[in-house]
């Protein structure tokens, strides 16, 4: 059960950050689908992500935010 609330308040937080951003028009789309594609991407992070790399980790995390309030179109 702590687990669970730990969860929710944790989805929370993430949902209030991307609400912010998309009312300041930096992002777009479902929001649940946003924060459930850069939540798995950054969890799984730790399996690929070379600390003494070319990529710093503040790097990485610039580059995951340009990607994520990227506006792309896509053809029907």
């Known amino acids: 059960?702590?687990?669970?609330?730990c969860r929710a308040v944790y989805e929370q937080l993430w949902m209030e950050v991307l609400e912010r951003a998309q009312k300041?028009?930096?992002?777009?789309g479902d929001l649940f689908?946003?924060?459930r594609m850069l939540a798995g991407g950054i969890h799984w992070t730790t399996?690929?992500?070379d600390i003494g790399g070319k990529l710093s980790i503040d790097d990485l995390a610039q580059e995951t935010l340009r990607m994520a309030c990227a506006k792309v179109s896509?053809?029907?």
């Open 33 to 35: 689908i946003l924060r």
């Open 74 to 76: 896509v053809a029907p």
């Open 24 to 28: 300041a028009d930096l992002i777009e």
């Open 1 to 5: 059960q702590d687990i669970l609330q």
């Open 47 to 49: 399996t690929w992500f």
